[in-house]
């Protein structure tokens, strides 16, 4: 089994490697970070969402399970998506469903195809397809969370 935490830090990588979403950012990709637990300075998924930048991305593992074929195993992360600006000065929308249309259809530097149909690391297959909701923050700040999934391709 793959250590999910490299999981992790790919899809953060080739969501900063998005130019459109990156700009998006304000040019500053570290916008877009990953969650890592690290008592105590992050022990609450939660704090960090509420605590994320506007606009800013942050993406968690949620879990790990076996996909029932073989060995294999499958890696849920969710991704947190708070917008900034609700619109550009050429008067398009940039707001959260934006984002969320970045990070499908967006192609990473040095990609063929939208990450939709990367690979995020080589040792699993590109991710599921991504379900989005809207959600809320402690202090009822909206917020969308996407939800998907990586396949291991075998074995590690």
């Not at 998006?24 to 022990?43: N, V």
């Not at 996909?67 to 707001?95: L, P, Y």
């Not at 970045?102 to 991504?130: R, T």
Request: proline share 6%; glycine share 8%; hydrophobic share 40%.
């Amino acid at each position: 089994m793959l250590n999910p935490a490299l999981i992790l830090d790919s899809f953060v990588a080739k969501l900063q490697a998005i130019p459109e979403l990156v700009a998006e950012m304000g040019g500053d990709a570290e916008r877009i970070s990953g969650y890592h637990d690290a008592f105590p300075l992050k022990a609450s998924l939660a704090v960090s969402i509420h605590e994320m930048p506007s606009p800013g991305i942050l993406v968690a593992w949620t879990g790990t399970a076996p996909t029932g074929e073989g060995r294999r195993w499958k890696h849920g992360f969710s991704v947190f998506i708070r917008s900034g600006r609700a619109q550009a000065e050429d008067g398009e929308k940039h707001g959260t469903e934006y984002f969320f249309w970045l990070i499908v259809n967006g192609v990473p530097d040095g990609c063929e195809q939208s990450l939709l149909y990367e690979q995020v690391h080589a040792s699993c297959e590109p991710m599921d397809v991504p379900s989005v909701v809207r959600d809320k923050d402690a202090e009822a700040v909206d917020f969308l969370h996407l939800s998907t999934a990586f396949d291991e391709i075998g074995d590690n």
